[in-house]
Nanobody, 118 residues
Framework: QVQLVESGGGLVQAGGSLRLSCAAS??????MAWFRQAPGKEREFVAA????????FYADSVKDRFTISRDNTRNTMSLRMNSLKPEDTAAYSC?????????????WGQGTQVTVSS
């Protein structure tokens, strides 16, 4: 079993930055990822990182703006978001225990809201 808790969301102006964190407990060390879901839209993949942190993968929409990282000594994963756009507004959730790289995961957090104002 894995428990995931996200933090760091908030309101930011377009062009600004935010850093999201995901704290994992229980069984750790798995591939992890960030997803987001805007109101009225389907959940969307954002970024993924392997258990050892050596490989990452990004959605085209966030590539070169977002950076995923992890600290296995602290069982945390982060998402640094730069040059934020209003279309980045969504609830961001972290996921763990990859089943199909980079899109499939078994465990999910509750999410943290990111709102980007224009």
């Amino acid at each position: 079993q894995v428990q995931l808790v996200e933090s760091g969301g908030g309101l930011v102006q377009a062009g600004g930055s935010l850093r999201l964190s995901c704290a994992a407990s229980g069984r750790t060390g798995y591939d992890m990822a960030w997803f987001r879901q805007a109101p009225g839209k389907e959940r969307e993949f954002v970024a993924a990182i392997t258990g050892d942190g050596r490989r990452t993968f990004y959605a085209d929409s966030v590539k070169d703006r977002f950076t995923i990282s992890r600290d296995n000594t602290r069982n945390t994963m982060s998402l640094r978001m730069n040059s934020l756009k209003p279309e980045d507004t969504a609830a961001y959730s972290c996921a763990s225990y990859g089943t199909v790289w980079p899109y499939g995961y078994r465990y999910w957090g509750q999410g943290t809201q990111v709102t980007v104002s224009s």
